[in-house]
């Protein structure tokens, strides 16, 4: 089956440190997306990436970081320096990075900071 | 002002009921359109593509109104299992495949 899984489903941090969500997919899209959920907020965009090797920042990119050495791999990084880490966050993809193509999403992963 | 709003509902509605949901977008060069489902504590998953001429598939119909910058979701004959959180999300014009996404509209069918 195709398709984007994400892990742990659910993941506690300490203050402080910092913790790494993965995202695969089997899909052979080009682009991937992060986003962040908060109760009564629409997604925000964390970090995109339209090709393997290049990303680019999205609306709330501080204290997060990425890679995407893989193009089946894009996990994100929440550092120390997130405030406010706690949130449900999503991991999407695309055919490709330009026009109106569908972004599929993965089950997402529950962090909360203890 | 919010680039996408959208009443937060809830909506109870009893089964077989229709509904109607509207949202309001800010940005007049925005190009596609889109209503999202998402159920609780799940990821959100396309419902339809929203087009100029309106368009429909089976008990919904979505409406776009680009001098209003409104964008509807008409469900008809409501089932138990429509219950869930309704997401408008823009396209804005420009280069890559950026979303812009609503709150939501959470919507409970009962019996």
């Given at each position: 089956d195709g398709g984007i899984t994400q892990s742990p489903k659910y993941l506690f941090r300490k203050e402080g440190q910092n913790v790494t969500l993965s995202c695969e997919q089997n899909l052979n899209h080009?682009?991937?997306?992060?986003?962040?959920?908060?109760?009564?907020?629409?997604?925000?965009?964390?970090?995109?990436?339209?090709?393997?090797?290049d990303f680019q920042k999205g609306d709330i990119a501080e204290g997060y970081s990425v890679s995407r050495e893989k193009k089946e791999s894009f996990p994100l990084t929440v550092t120390s320096?997130?405030?406010?880490?706690?949130?449900?966050?999503?991991?999407?993809?695309?055919?490709?990075?330009?026009?109106?193509?569908?972004?599929?999403?993965?089950?997402?992963?529950r962090l909360t900071v203890l | 002002r919010k680039e996408v709003e959208q009443d937060p509902g809830p909506f109870n509605v009893p089964e077989g009921a229709t509904v109607a949901?509207?949202?309001?977008?800010?940005?007049?060069?925005?190009?596609?359109f889109f209503w999202y489902r998402q159920d609780c504590r799940k990821e959100p998953k396309l419902l339809m593509s929203v087009y100029s001429s309106g368009n429909e598939d089976g008990r919904f119909t979505a409406?776009?109104?680009?001098?209003?910058?409104?964008?509807?979701?008409?469900?008809?004959?409501?089932?138990?299992?429509?219950?869930?959180?309704?997401?408008?999300?823009?396209?804005?014009?420009?280069?890559?495949?950026k979303l812009i996404f609503g709150a939501g509209t959470r919507l409970a069918v009962h019996p």
């Open positions: 080009d682009a991937m997306y992060w986003y962040r959920q908060d109760p009564g907020q629409g997604l925000r965009l964390i970090y995109y990436s339209q090709i393997v090797n320096a997130q405030k406010n880490p706690t949130a449900f966050y999503l991991c999407a993809s695309s055919i490709a990075g330009g026009g109106g193509n569908e972004q599929f999403f993965g089950p997402g992963t | 949901f509207n949202c309001t977008y800010s940005n007049s060069a925005s190009q596609s409406q776009l109104n680009r001098a209003s910058q409104y964008i509807s979701l008409l469900i008809r004959d409501s089932k138990l299992s429509d219950s869930a959180t309704y997401l408008c999300v823009v396209r804005p014009s420009g280069g890559y495949n």
